[in-house]
């Protein structure tokens, strides 16, 4: 947690000296918000799971939302956002699997294109993600009355989760297009790569460690279709 909080701190430290500049040359941040899906391979926790026929392994992609902020000017682009994603999954009633995850990130890029109503924004960054992997077996065959007199029992039906944290760094690039009619507003496409400085060892769902833990390392595809526009209180 302190490790979480001391990222948030220092990204919003980042954005706050790189928003201090002359009036002159003020541009007001847009409101961004994205729709996606990410791809990603835990191969050390699945590899757990291979010779454990009670739990099913997790699938390699998650849908995705995404909201922040991007800003423009002299060309120069920086993006804030936050990230959700979810496999999905996790039926409580059956053998199932889902893994959900939460984003923070800050990208700056480049609108390599000389034109006000066409951007194309390489991107760079850093950022930091959390996931939640949890399994569900399959119960249908316990007795209610068991469950209801043994502990032991009550225990052995309970759903096993797995967290992990990774800071990372981000590749990018971003595409954009603006209403005609509507200068504030753009719509486009969004493709990037978040990967993790270092594998991490999964911990408990209370973030405790654990012996003999698989470790994974975050090499994540993601691709989202994203809106931009200036919120309605900055608008004349």
């Known amino acids: 947690m302190k490790i979480i909080l001391l990222f948030v701190f220092s990204v919003l430290t980042l954005v706050t000296n790189a ?9 007001p941040p847009m409101l961004m918000r994205g729709i996606g899906i990410s791809f990603q391979k835990f191969d050390g926790l699945n590899s757990r799971l ?55 990130g800050l990208d700056f890029g480049y609108d390599v294109i000389k034109k006000d109503m066409i951007m ?5 960054g850093i950022g930091g993600q959390g996931y939640q992997a949890r399994f569900f077996k399959d119960n249908s065959a316990v007795f209610f009355t068991d469950v209801l007199t043994t502990s032991a029992v009550q225990n052995s039906i309970r759903p096993v989760s797995f967290t992990n944290f990774f800071l990372t760094y981000r590749l990018g690039i971003g595409f954009a297009v603006k209403s005609p009619k ?28 654990l012996a003999g833990a698989p470790e994974d390392g975050l090499s994540q595809f993601n691709v989202s279709l994203v809106l931009t526009s200036l919120p309605h209180f900055m608008r004349k």
């Open 19 to 27: 928003q201090q500049d002359a009036k002159k040359d003020y541009a």
């Open 50 to 104: 291979a010779n454990r026929p009670e739990y099913k392994q997790l699938r390699d992609y998650a849908g995705t939302l995404d909201m922040g902020w991007l800003s423009v000017k002299k060309r120069f682009v920086q993006v804030m956002d936050v990230t959700l994603g979810s496999s999905m999954t996790g039926d409580r009633d059956k053998r199932s699997s889902t893994l959900r995850y939460a984003g923070l």
């Open 120 to 124: 194309l924004y390489p991107m760079i």
């Open 182 to 209: 509507h200068p504030t507003t753009s719509m486009g496409i969004k493709l990037g790569y978040t990967g993790s400085f270092k594998d991490k060892a999964w911990k408990s769902s209370d973030n405790q460690s």
